[in-house]
């Protein structure tokens, strides 16, 4: 079983870059895909980005292309959110997850979970 520590957040001016890192234990992550999700105070958990067990396909939420950008290094059993030009609205507890198989966007299949890392954009 797969187990994932977020690390990363932290208070940033609106137009600044932060990087997420979550790291995995288990032998096995190279055959999950990964994603990143966020949720902020009184909204749903949303999908952020997504990357494929080989690191060859992504996928982003509209509200983040061009400034989000997911990869994954199996042989450090991390995968990395880099965020350039934030926006406060860009505020939000953000998780990793994992799910064995094909990368999809939908929250209710991933079945691991980090704990998260709060990530706060001043205006």
């Known amino acids: 079983q797969v187990q994932l520590v977020e690390s990363g957040g932290g208070l940033v001016q609106a137009g600044g870059s932060l990087r997420l890192s979550c790291a995995a234990s288990g032998r096995t992550f190279s055959s999950y895909a990964m994603g990143w999700f966020r949720q902020a105070p009184g909204n749903k958990r949303e999908f952020v980005a997504v990357?494929?067990?080989?690191?060859?396909?992504?996928d982003y939420a509209d509200s983040v292309k061009g400034r989000f950008t997911i990869s994954r290094d199996n042989a450090k059993n991390t995968v990395y959110l880099q965020m350039n030009s934030l926006k406060p609205e860009d505020t939000a507890v953000y998780y990793c997850a994992a799910k064995p198989g094909g990368e999809n966007i939908e929250v209710w299949r991933y079945n691991i979970w980090g704990q998260g890392t709060q990530v706060t954009v001043s205006s």
């Open positions: 990357i494929s067990w080989s690191g060859g396909s992504t």
